[in-house]
């Protein structure tokens, strides 16, 4: 995992660091602007712009932040901002829902009582 | 910001379906509102035994069909005496990307290859996501995925995120999306720069990849109790599981099994609202799709959906979210099957029916899912409660959505609510007079159309048109 997007040159000056041309990443790009979305969507939809996120292999080097051009897995090229390097998948599980625990152990008994299986 | 607008790109819609889907859905207008429905499937040149050859090229299909021996014995422990039908369950979790939405995908991709098609493109953040990439990594054809993914917070509903990662696992570009109904819109651009085959989940081709469902899970029942089901359960979103189902089975020979829709009630929700996206706890099989679709099928990304509900429908229920989360963990703990959540509506609503039916009847739940990280019940209700929405054991009738998510206390708390079909069948007919052209008339070819529709008598129909041309002038 990269630890940040930005490496020292001078004690006054921050560079950008560069990502390599070929390395996956995500861009982002705004597709319509709030204001100029479909006239049935809710108040709440139209105050907020419609969004793009796509990922592909970056064309040429460019910083976090930076407009870039990637290649996606279709072969299609695509423009935004750079705004990810290698994006991870981080949905999950999450803790167990306490709510659901017990219904196996409640059913099984139910069964029992009545002479079943389990 | 580039490209052309919302509006500009709107107009030029009906050449891009054209091309896209290599259909001229005009040809098939058979009056104002009518048009020749048989005609446009049969067009195709599929017939089941077709189909059924295409899906096992790729192992789609003949899925196991499994007896819920103790969901069975725990309905009828809560019925009265001699009642609690007997339930088997359709385990589509076994097709090749986890779900029965291989066999719609089969076809597109097999007609997009004959077709001389570079690629396939869908608009959808379900399974069917999944089910067309792998489709299209199986043919060697490029793949693009346009998914309704996260809200104007960055937070992506969890179980899209699983289809992200499945369809990218596939080899397929995934383009996510914010919410909004405007994801049509980008799909449009992306049909017409790619020049890609429009694998529409209610093309023709989707909805008979489906029958095969139908038609085997029929036979299957036939060899195993030598009788037809009774009543077969299908949860119900787009219309096409439902339509694709019951039209197989009506080719297997059981026309008087009695086809019951089932959704997950998410009443209150406004399905294009941002702040509401994350709230829903669902993203399929519930009514924010089905009401829509079957009030007025024809709302699709083509211009006549393939997926007709109402024609097939006998009886249309909802269940809770809490019921369909209780149902999905009985699956996995009496069963031994860990499946859904989303596909499980329908085995919550079987709770409810199988126990008001003798025991000598059959119920068949027609679907299960695959289920993974995100794609589950503890993903859900997680996310659920950071949202600060409440989750409690209790009596699922307390539960509302976006607000409060009730687990039954107990298995005989779970009530399939019926929902109103003559209602349904009166809003069908109030969209059917919206759609008709200014100062255009019903023919005699409408209003039979309409009956086929919406199967209510030609009196019913003629007298609620009336009604609405009234109320238009």
């Given at each position: 995992m990269r630890d940040n997007s930005l490496i020292q040159v001078s004690e006054e000056k921050v560079m950008p660091e560069l990502i390599e041309k070929g390395v996956w990443v995500e861009v982002h790009r705004i597709e319509l602007a709030a204001g100029a979305r479909a006239p049935q969507v809710p108040r709440d939809t139209q105050d907020v712009p419609l969004e793009m996120r796509v990922k592909g292999f970056l064309l040429e080097p460019a910083a976090i932040g930076d407009e870039a051009e990637i290649e996606t897995f279709a072969g299609r090229r695509v423009r935004g901002t750079l705004v990810e390097v290698n994006p991870p998948y981080t949905h999950s599980f999450g803790p167990p829902i306490p709510e659901l625990s017990t219904i196996g152990k409640e059913l099984r008994a139910l069964l029992r009582e009545r002479g079943g299986n389990p | 910001m580039s490209?052309?607008?919302?509006?500009?790109?709107?107009?030029?819609?009906?050449?891009?379906?054209?091309?896209?889907?290599?259909?001229?859905?005009?040809?098939?207008?058979?009056?104002?509102?009518?048009?020749?429905?048989?005609?446009?499937?049969?067009?195709?040149?599929?017939d089941i035994d077709t189909v059924r050859e295409v899906q096992a090229q790729t192992a789609v299909g003949n899925t196991p069909l499994v007896e819920l021996k103790n969901i069975t014995e725990l309905v009828r422990a809560l019925a009265e005496p001699g009642k609690g039908a007997q339930i088997f369950l359709k385990d589509?979790?076994?097709?090749?990307?986890?779900?029965?939405?291989d066999?719609?995908?089969?076809?597109?991709?097999h007609e997009a290859s004959k077709r001389g098609y570079a690629g396939v493109a869908v608009a959808t953040s379900g399974n069917y996501g999944a089910a067309v990439a792998s489709q299209?990594?199986?043919?060697?054809?490029?793949?693009?995925?346009?998914?309704?993914?996260?809200?104007?917070?960055?937070?992506?509903?969890?179980?899209?995120?699983?289809?992200?990662?499945a369809c990218e696992g596939?080899?397929?570009?995934?383009?996510?999306?914010?919410?909004?109904?405007?994801?049509?819109?980008?799909?449009?651009?992306?049909l017409e720069e790619t020049g890609y085959f429009n694998a529409s989940l209610y093309s023709p081709y989707s909805i008979l990849g489906i029958e095969t469902l139908g038609h085997e899970l029929v036979m299957q029942v036939r060899e195993s109790a030598r009788?037809?089901?009774?009543?077969?359960?299908?949860?119900?979103?787009?219309?096409?599981?439902?339509?694709?189902?019951?039209?197989?089975?009506?080719?297997?020979?059981?026309?008087?099994?009695?086809?019951?829709?089932a959704s997950v009630d998410l009443s209150g929700l406004h399905m294009a609202s941002d702040r509401d996206f994350n709230r829903k706890s669902f993203t399929t099989g519930h009514t924010g799709f089905s009401m829509p679709f079957t009030t007025w099928p024809d709302r699709a990304d083509v211009p006549r959906s393939a997926a007709r509900p109402l024609r097939y429908m006998d009886r249309f229920v909802t269940v809770s979210q809490g019921e369909v989360f209780y149902a999905t963990e009985v699956l996995a703990e009496l069963e031994g099957l860990q499946r859904g959540p989303a596909g499980n509506t329908s085995l919550a609503a079987a709770f409810s029916i199988a126990r008001g039916l003798d025991e000598d009847r059959i119920v068949v739940v027609q679907e299960t899912e695959y289920t993974g990280a995100g794609k589950h019940p503890l993903a859900q209700l997680n996310l659920a409660r950071e949202l600060g929405i409440a989750v409690a054991r209790g009596d699922p009738r307390g539960n509302r959505p976006g607000e409060r998510i009730v687990i039954p206390q107990h298995p005989w708390q779970i009530e399939a609510v019926e929902v109103d079909l003559d209602r349904v069948r009166r809003s069908y007919l109030g969209h059917a007079m919206e759609s008709l052209p200014e100062g255009a008339r019903l023919s005699e070819t409408d209003l039979e159309f309409l009956v086929a529709e919406t199967r209510a008598s030609r009196s019913t129909v003629e007298e609620v048109m009336n009604e609405f041309a009234g109320e238009r002038r």
């Amino acid at each position: 995992m990269r630890d940040n997007s930005l490496i020292q040159v001078s004690e006054e000056k921050v560079m950008p660091e560069l990502i390599e041309k070929g390395v996956w990443v995500e861009v982002h790009r705004i597709e319509l602007a709030a204001g100029a979305r479909a006239p049935q969507v809710p108040r709440d939809t139209q105050d907020v712009p419609l969004e793009m996120r796509v990922k592909g292999f970056l064309l040429e080097p460019a910083a976090i932040g930076d407009e870039a051009e990637i290649e996606t897995f279709a072969g299609r090229r695509v423009r935004g901002t750079l705004v990810e390097v290698n994006p991870p998948y981080t949905h999950s599980f999450g803790p167990p829902i306490p709510e659901l625990s017990t219904i196996g152990k409640e059913l099984r008994a139910l069964l029992r009582e009545r002479g079943g299986n389990p | 910001m580039s490209g052309p607008s919302y509006q500009e790109l709107m107009a030029r819609k009906a050449g891009i379906v054209k091309a896209s889907t290599g259909l001229d859905y005009s040809k098939y207008a058979t009056g104002a509102l009518a048009f020749d429905y048989e005609k446009l499937l049969a067009d195709t040149g599929y017939d089941i035994d077709t189909v059924r050859e295409v899906q096992a090229q790729t192992a789609v299909g003949n899925t196991p069909l499994v007896e819920l021996k103790n969901i069975t014995e725990l309905v009828r422990a809560l019925a009265e005496p001699g009642k609690g039908a007997q339930i088997f369950l359709k385990d589509e979790a076994a097709n090749p990307s986890g779900s029965f939405k291989d066999r719609r995908a089969s076809l597109s991709a097999h007609e997009a290859s004959k077709r001389g098609y570079a690629g396939v493109a869908v608009a959808t953040s379900g399974n069917y996501g999944a089910a067309v990439a792998s489709q299209a990594a199986k043919a060697g054809l490029r793949c693009v995925v346009v998914q309704e993914a996260f809200d104007s917070e960055g937070v992506a509903q969890p179980e899209i995120a699983e289809k992200t990662r499945a369809c990218e696992g596939y080899g397929a570009e995934v383009i996510r999306l914010s919410v909004g109904p405007e994801l049509f819109y980008v799909f449009l651009k992306v049909l017409e720069e790619t020049g890609y085959f429009n694998a529409s989940l209610y093309s023709p081709y989707s909805i008979l990849g489906i029958e095969t469902l139908g038609h085997e899970l029929v036979m299957q029942v036939r060899e195993s109790a030598r009788r037809i089901p009774d009543v077969v359960i299908v949860t119900h979103a787009g219309g096409g599981n439902l339509t694709g189902t019951a039209r197989g089975m009506r080719k297997a020979g059981a026309a008087d099994t009695q086809v019951v829709a089932a959704s997950v009630d998410l009443s209150g929700l406004h399905m294009a609202s941002d702040r509401d996206f994350n709230r829903k706890s669902f993203t399929t099989g519930h009514t924010g799709f089905s009401m829509p679709f079957t009030t007025w099928p024809d709302r699709a990304d083509v211009p006549r959906s393939a997926a007709r509900p109402l024609r097939y429908m006998d009886r249309f229920v909802t269940v809770s979210q809490g019921e369909v989360f209780y149902a999905t963990e009985v699956l996995a703990e009496l069963e031994g099957l860990q499946r859904g959540p989303a596909g499980n509506t329908s085995l919550a609503a079987a709770f409810s029916i199988a126990r008001g039916l003798d025991e000598d009847r059959i119920v068949v739940v027609q679907e299960t899912e695959y289920t993974g990280a995100g794609k589950h019940p503890l993903a859900q209700l997680n996310l659920a409660r950071e949202l600060g929405i409440a989750v409690a054991r209790g009596d699922p009738r307390g539960n509302r959505p976006g607000e409060r998510i009730v687990i039954p206390q107990h298995p005989w708390q779970i009530e399939a609510v019926e929902v109103d079909l003559d209602r349904v069948r009166r809003s069908y007919l109030g969209h059917a007079m919206e759609s008709l052209p200014e100062g255009a008339r019903l023919s005699e070819t409408d209003l039979e159309f309409l009956v086929a529709e919406t199967r209510a008598s030609r009196s019913t129909v003629e007298e609620v048109m009336n009604e609405f041309a009234g109320e238009r002038r």
